[in-house]
């Protein structure tokens, strides 16, 4: 298995919905990341996993949080979101000493 | 501080043409240089990177770049355009720890 999956590839929301994102790789990728991409911009760090834990928060609001439950599992649970946190999410992860990130395809979210 | 310029924020050729794709970056020290390509409503895929070595670097669907520490720049290049590469396409420096420095993205055009 050579790819990062992620779940589900479309998600609508209303503000008061509580919704999660899953991201998966079997690669033995031992570094985690979430991304936001809004249209026509490149993708903005949110979260960094190393090893499991929580290593970088990109100063992101509470609305969003992360979850590593092992290593080859991301979630990003969502709950009270705003129109304006719809974006495409983006899940990366890298192979253990390398810097060099594998992207998924995206969940685009769409909050109402 | 990093930082990435990628010059251009669209570029159309000529099927059969010649691709250039422009990226400078900032950094106090040599950074690990990637080009991502991003086609419509799907993920970051990696074209190519460098990390050390030779500053001649081969990638993906026949694209190359070059490493110009003089220049500090990155340019992406294919010698002959095929319609199926347009697409927007992204460089990206880190000088380690998880963060990715994303440029502001090339969309390239490809004309039959």
């Known amino acids: 298995d050579t790819e990062v999956t992620q779940t589900p590839k479309h998600l609508v929301m209303g503000m008061t919905n509580k919704k999660s994102l899953k991201c998966e790789q079997h690669m033995g990728h031992r570094a985690m990341y979430w991304y936001k991409q809004k249209a026509k911009k490149p993708p903005e760090l949110m979260f960094v996993y190393s090893y499991e834990k929580l290593s970088i928060n990109e100063s992101v609001p509470s609305r969003f949080s992360p979850e590593c439950p092992n290593s080859s599992l991301l979630n990003l649970h969502l709950h009270a979101l705003q129109p304006e946190d719809s974006a495409l999410y983006l899940c990366?992860?890298?192979?253990?000493?390398?810097?060099?990130?594998?992207f998924g395809p995206g969940t685009r979210l769409l909050v109402l | 501080a990093q930082s990435v310029t990628q010059l251009g924020s669209h570029v159309s050729v000529s099927e059969g043409a010649l691709v250039l794709l422009r990226c400078n970056y900032s950094?106090?020290?040599?950074?690990?240089l990637f080009w991502y390509v991003q086609y419509p409503n799907q993920g970051l895929q990696l074209l190519l990177k460098?990390?050390?070595?030779?500053?001649l670097v081969k990638g993906i669907n026949g694209f190359e770049a070059e490493f110009k520490k003089s220049e500090t720049s990155f340019h992406l290049t294919k010698p002959s355009a095929h319609m199926s590469d347009a697409a927007e396409y992204f460089c990206a420096v880190t000088l380690g720890g998880g963060k990715l420095i994303f440029g502001q993205g090339t969309e390239l055009s490809v004309k039959p």
């Open positions: 460098y990390t050390t070595g030779a500053t």
């Open positions: 950094s106090s020290v040599p950074p690990y």
């Open positions: 990366a992860s890298s192979p253990p000493g390398s810097e060099t990130q594998y």
